[in-house]
T-cell receptor, first 115, second 117 residues
Framework: AQSVTQLDSHVSVSEGTPVLLRCNYS??????LFWYVQHPNKGLQLLLK??????LVKGINGFEAEFKKSETSFHLTKPSAHMSDAAEYFC?????????????FGKGTRLSVIA | GAVVSQHPSRVICKSGTSVKIECRSL??????MFWYRQFPKQSLMLMAT?????????EQGVEKDKFLINHASLTLSTLTVTSAHPEDSSFYIC?????????????FGPGTRLTVL
């Protein structure tokens, strides 16, 4: 069984300050982990994904995430927030070893960026 | 590349009517497509997995007779909400997995907002 816990439902930061969105996962198999972003009334855009290569994954728009197996975490970070980063962020897990297993989504974290 | 479209983007219908939502992979073939439902300020919940040429696999609690899924070609899956009621109002999102792609690779459509009056 797989699950994802996003520890914060809402994060608010000032423009230009660092962003940290926390995610912990549980997976019976070697996981693939993803971060998706959703702007209001829009579909999902893939920010980055981890699939067993480098543990520090760089994504689009300056985001990156680090896979820490010992902590079962995959936190999303960005050094400097921009107003356009305000959106809903989803941490997602999938099992690479279990065939057609679909993606399992966390509940989401809403990021607000204050000018 | 890897674009998924949904049509319509927004639909309003009367209670009791049926609504069809299309999901198309525009520049790749997708043997498998997924349908998700998202309530306001909540996460995506998988409704069903649609496989080209075979019956869809529904998640527990999803009524297959109410949410009809057809995946007649490698680029098109449709979701029909039959006899829609106000509680079916939601944001419906599809995703498509490229044929031969990794099991965890999915590309998402922009979503369809359904409002049932």
């Amino acid at each position: 069984a797989q699950s994802v816990t996003q520890l914060d439902s809402h994060v608010s930061v000032s423009e230009g300050t660092p962003v940290l969105l926390r995610c912990n996962y549980s997976s019976s198999y070697s996981p693939s982990l993803f971060w998706y972003v959703q702007h209001p009334n829009k579909g999902l855009q893939l920010l980055l994904k981890y699939t067993s290569a480098a543990t520090l994954v760089k994504g689009i728009n300056g985001f990156e995430a680090e896979f820490k197996k010992s902590e079962t975490s995959f936190h999303l970070t960005k050094p400097s927030a921009h107003m356009s980063d305000a959106a809903e962020y989803f941490c997602v897990v999938s099992s690479r070893n279990s065939g057609n297993t679909p993606l399992v989504f966390g509940k989401g974290t809403r990021l607000s960026v204050i000018a | 590349g890897a674009v998924v479209s949904q049509h319509p983007s927004r639909v309003i219908c009367k209670s009791g009517t049926s609504v069809k939502i299309e999901c198309r992979s525009l520049d790749f073939q997708a043997t498998t497509m997924f349908w998700y439902r998202q309530f306001p300020k909540q996460s995506l919940m998988l409704m069903a997995t649609s496989n080209e040429g075979s019956k869809a696999t529904y998640e527990q609690g999803v009524e297959k007779d109410k949410f009809l899924i057809n995946h007649a070609s490698l680029t098109l899956s449709t979701l029909t909400v039959t006899s829609a009621h106000p509680e079916d109002s939601s944001f419906y999102i599809c995703s498509a997995r490229p044929t031969g792609g990794g099991t965890d690779t999915q590309y998402f459509g922009p979503g369809t907002r359904l409002t049932v009056l």
